[in-house]
């Protein structure tokens, strides 16, 4: 399973989140506690918005503690607000891609968890968008398949009723090709370039994890903690719907009906 986090607060340099922690995203990409896989290789991803509306996006096949790149970059870019992500392949090829965040416009997507036997699904789930949102599919991932899905039902008015309808529609098309002992599970995150949403869902059993701490700068929103003394993070409970609006950070149930 993949990891991520996302940060919002004073601007700081990404390389406060990504590398310096002694248990960093970089760190978490060769050896996550938290996650059933505990080697996220299969390319990352960094996107931060700056003084333009739209973020920047860097992504690369490489596994993250590999990139020297992406290290220096980390080191000499600030953002008040900026995600990454450490892929660990649930079957999508691994490229640029497949990589996350997805962008569109404004928009930021990452995304830890899956729809089980995806491939039996896939046709009958992109056959839902219109054909904008389908033109601009790139990869080949479940994930950014939610995303398009969510942007398609109203995701820039509506995020939680948005993600009702797209995870009522994936539950209603697994439950057509009889996938009823798997879950469909997630622990994504989303921005618009002012604040972020994000959502610990499974349809049943126990959702990927998410965590998020007030540091002195901001608010981190994470797969699991940076560090290995974790008592100042907080669990985000399972079925949870999660605001954050400059460093107040909400948390609400999540139900489909």
Same mark, same amino acid.
């Given at each position: 399973?993949?990891?991520?986090?996302?940060?919002?607060?004073?601007?700081?340099?990404?390389?406060?989140?990504?590398?310096?922690?002694?248990?960093?995203?970089?760190?978490?990409?060769?050896?996550? *506690?938290?996650?059933? !896989?505990?080697?996220?290789?299969?390319?990352?991803?960094?996107?931060?918005?700056?003084?333009?509306?739209?973020?920047?996006?860097?992504?690369?096949?490489?596994?993250?503690? *590999?990139?020297?790149?992406?290290?220096? /970059?980390?080191?000499?870019?600030?953002?008040?607000?900026?995600?990454?992500?450490?892929?660990?392949?649930?079957?999508?090829?691994?490229?640029?891609?497949?990589?996350?965040?997805?962008?569109?416009?404004?928009?930021?997507?990452?995304?830890?968890?899956?729809?089980?036997?995806?491939?039996?699904?896939?046709?009958?789930?992109?056959?839902?968008?219109?054909?904008?949102?389908?033109?601009?599919?790139? @990869? !080949? !991932?479940? *994930?950014?398949?939610?995303?398009? /899905?969510?942007?398609?039902?109203? /995701?820039?008015?509506?995020?939680?009723?948005?993600?009702?309808?797209?995870?009522?529609?994936?539950?209603?098309?697994?439950?057509?090709?009889?996938?009823?002992?798997?879950?469909?599970?997630?622990?994504?995150?989303?921005?618009?370039?002012?604040?972020?949403?994000?959502?610990?869902?499974?349809?049943? @059993?126990?959702?990927? !994890?998410?965590?998020?701490?007030?540091?002195?700068?901001?608010?981190?929103?994470?797969?699991?903690?940076?560090?290995?003394?974790?008592?100042?993070?907080? *669990?985000?409970?399972?079925?949870?719907?999660?605001?954050?609006?400059?460093?107040?950070?909400?948390?609400?149930?999540?139900?489909?009906?």
């Amino acid at each position: 399973m993949c990891r991520w986090l996302a940060y919002q607060g004073k601007p700081c340099f990404l390389d406060e989140m990504l590398h310096q922690p002694n248990h960093s995203l970089v760190m978490q990409s060769m050896e996550a *506690s938290k996650a059933v !896989t505990a080697v996220n290789a299969d390319g990352f991803g960094a996107a931060w918005y700056g003084e333009k509306p739209t973020p920047a996006l860097y992504r690369e096949v490489l596994p993250a503690w *590999s990139d020297a790149n992406l290290r220096s /970059l980390a080191q000499h870019t600030k953002s008040h607000r900026f995600m990454a992500h450490v892929r660990a392949s649930t079957g999508a090829n691994t490229s640029r891609e497949n990589c996350h965040p997805f962008n569109v416009k404004n928009w930021l997507f990452m995304h830890n968890g899956q729809i089980p036997e995806f491939e039996r699904v896939r046709y009958q789930l992109e056959r839902q968008l219109d054909e904008p949102c389908y033109l601009k599919r790139k @990869g !080949t !991932t479940d *994930s950014e398949l939610i995303f398009l /899905l969510l942007m398609q039902h109203g /995701l820039d008015q509506n995020p939680k009723l948005a993600l009702r309808r797209v995870i009522s529609m994936i539950e209603v098309e697994m439950g057509n090709k009889g996938i009823n002992d798997q879950p469909f599970k997630a622990a994504l995150c989303i921005s618009d370039g002012h604040q972020y949403w994000a959502l610990r869902y499974a349809s049943f @059993g126990t959702p990927p !994890t998410m965590f998020y701490k007030s540091v002195d700068s901001g608010v981190v929103l994470a797969s699991e903690p940076f560090e290995l003394d974790r008592h100042e993070w907080k *669990s985000i409970p399972a079925q949870s719907f999660v605001e954050m609006v400059g460093e107040q950070v909400t948390v609400t149930e999540f139900h489909i009906a």
